[in-house]
């Protein structure tokens, strides 16, 4: 009897945690391989291949010519923000001939965070109005390249058109406690966005 008693203890303490599924979506060359693979806790899949001349008229790289990778299927990665919540991230490919990717990676998705580049704004409109259609909640992060110029967080919601209700937030991709502030934000939007669809209790 006595270790009846214990192994139900045990059960009931050794709870599993939620898991939950972002995506990290936005233009080409914006930073979203580089955010998963700061907040990951393992080493993050990656999916890259070297830039080719036969692709230099497809893809467009002004403003990031510096960059000779692209992402060709997602980049995944994982990060616990808490003991009982798991993140699951998939990066998305940002030229638009891997867009037909997009609607398999956001299925089952909570929300998702759109990146942008101020030197680029205009790349990342696409993501945006893919999510808007979709009624899936996300965040706007201003990835703030060293070289880019800084804007005030009024100024780029104006030049995106962004409903009130959506957080957008300045951050650095490549540093951890930046990075987790996004998903944090992200998070808590889609959950407090999925509470307020809840039929009211009689």
Not at 22 to 31: C, D, P
Not at 49 to 73: F, I, M, Q, S, Y
Not at 123 to 149: K, M, P, T
Not at 162 to 174: F, G, I, K, T
């Amino acid at each position: 009897m006595a270790f009846g008693r214990f192994d139900r203890r045990r059960k009931t303490s050794a709870t599993e945690p939620v898991a939950l599924k972002i995506l990290v979506a936005g233009g080409f060359g914006v930073g979203k391989t580089t955010l998963v693979g700061a907040v990951s806790e393992i080493r993050p899949l990656r999916t890259e291949e070297a830039l080719t001349e036969a692709g230099r008229p497809v893809d467009d790289t002004t403003g990031v010519e510096g960059k000779n990778t692209t992402t060709v299927a997602m980049d995944f990665g994982r990060i616990t923000l808490r003991e009982d919540l798991v993140l699951y991230l998939f990066g998305t490919p940002g030229q638009d001939r891997f867009w037909f990717l997009w609607d398999e990676l956001a299925q089952g998705a909570l929300g998702a965070v759109v990146l942008a580049d101020t030197r680029r704004l205009q790349d990342c409109f696409a993501a945006v109005d893919y999510f808007e259609r979709r009624g899936i909640s996300f965040a706007v992060a201003v990835n703030c390249f060293d070289d880019a110029e800084r804007y005030s967080a009024e100024t780029v919601r104006d030049a995106l058109d962004l409903d009130p209700h959506v957080p957008l937030v300045m951050c650095d991709a490549r540093d951890r406690e930046s990075a987790k502030e996004v998903l944090i934000a992200v998070v808590s939007h889609a959950m407090q966005r999925a509470s307020e669809r809840q039929p009211a209790a009689t």
